[in-house]
């Protein structure tokens, strides 16, 4: 019984130290200016590239050759159709942007900017961030676009949240819970981010909505933030759900960071 | 067990989805008075979540919320069980 009551009493004051260290290191975070969890990212990056290279000598040992072949196709394929549904998108915007353009007489420019790989894996965050290697020394700041695709064309995915020397802490504009204020055929509507790409938004029943709709937004300098997927109508209601989608990061290799407008 | 639910949800926090860390972290707290899972919490806020603007560590709380909800219950259901030598 005292055993029990002094192991009792000794577990209780591991927990109040462990939970006093937890504080003292957000503290300490948050007064360096997160200067400890760029070092815990910078700890990781090592496993996250170490990781996909043991994916590749696995599915290139010829260990599970039957399924790497599949794997390999699927894998090919999954990566076309992310390439095209990414070139089909750029085309859209063009094809907007080269009207509006037209229309103001003025020209379109390809907008400078950084090509970066994502380095860290993207579906793991919570909070809809991922890594890209490139930061300050490449002239990536705080708050600068993420596109997928090339400046000219290129849907907007997330902004720069957290900055590094050589790598940065992106969160997507769709992160889950983040709301957005866009525009979709013309009307202004908010959409609400599902995770991986996905938003939705509620449009009223009247506005002319199709799926592959460009949506655009004035807090990414007016340019595309994707693509409208599918609309689901309720028979007697004033409002259609909207299902919008961009590229998922996952499927992206690299992408083009543009200074902020 | 208790150390590979450690590994478990550290390899969650860096490879997969969010609820393996998640789970990691329950199922350790239920089972031992698992002080670790505050690293777990930590680690994933640290890799995923930017500094500025500050918004909740949702994992550092989870995770707070887990070790010292379940400890009562876990003091009372599986009292001696530390799952490590010496602890």
């Known amino acids: 019984m005292s055993s029990y009551r002094l192991n009792n009493g000794r577990g209780a004051r591991r927990l109040w130290a462990a939970t006093l260290a937890l504080a003292l290191v957000l503290a300490l975070d948050l007064l360096s200016g997160g200067a400890l969890r760029s070092l815990a990212r ?69 907008t400078p900017g950084v090509a970066a790989p994502v380095v860290s894996s993207a579906s793991g965050s919570p909070y809809g961030t991922f890594l890209i290697g490139a930061g300050t020394e490449n002239g990536v700041a705080n708050g600068d676009l993420v596109l997928a695709g090339n400046g000219a064309g290129g849907i907007v995915i997330g902004r720069v949240s957290e900055p590094g020397a050589r790598r940065s802490l992106v969160t997507e504009l769709f992160a889950p819970g983040a ?14 981010g599902r995770g991986e790409g996905n938003a939705r938004a509620e449009a009223p029943s009247t506005l002319p909505v199709a799926a592959g709709d460009v949506v655009f937004s004035s807090h990414a300098g007016g340019r595309a933030v994707g693509l409208v997927g599918a609309i689901r109508e309720e028979p007697g209601s004033a409002y259609k759900t909207v299902f919008i989608r961009t590229p998922p990061v996952s499927e992206l290799g690299f992408v083009y960071v543009i200074p902020r407008e | 067990m208790r ?17 393996l860390p998640l789970i990691a972290m329950a199922v350790s707290a239920i089972r031992y008075p698992a002080w670790e899972i505050l690293l777990l919490g930590l680690l994933v806020d640290f890799l995923w979540l930017p500094a500025f603007p500050v918004s909740l560590p949702l994992f550092t709380i989870a995770s707070l919320a887990l070790l010292w909800g379940l400890e009562p219950m876990r003091r009372e259901f599986m009292a001696g069980e530390s799952g490590l030598p010496g602890w």
Do not use: C, H, M, Y
Request: charged share 25%; glycine share 10%.
């Open chain 1, 42 to 110: 910078g700890a990781a990056l090592p496993a996250w590239s170490a990781g996909s290279r043991i994916a590749s000598a696995v599915s290139g040992s010829g260990f599970f050759s039957s399924r790497r072949a599949l794997q390999e196709e699927n894998d090919a394929l999954k990566r076309e159709l992310a390439l095209l549904r990414v070139r089909a998108a750029e085309a859209r915007v063009l094809r907007d942007e080269a009207e509006k353009l037209r229309a103001l007489s003025g020209l379109a420019a390809l």
């Open chain 1, 179 to 192: 709301r957005l204020e866009a525009t979709i055929a013309g009307a202004p509507l908010e959409a609400e």
């Open chain 2, 3 to 19: 150390i590979g639910l450690f590994a478990l949800g550290v390899l969650g926090a860096i490879f997969g989805p969010p609820v």
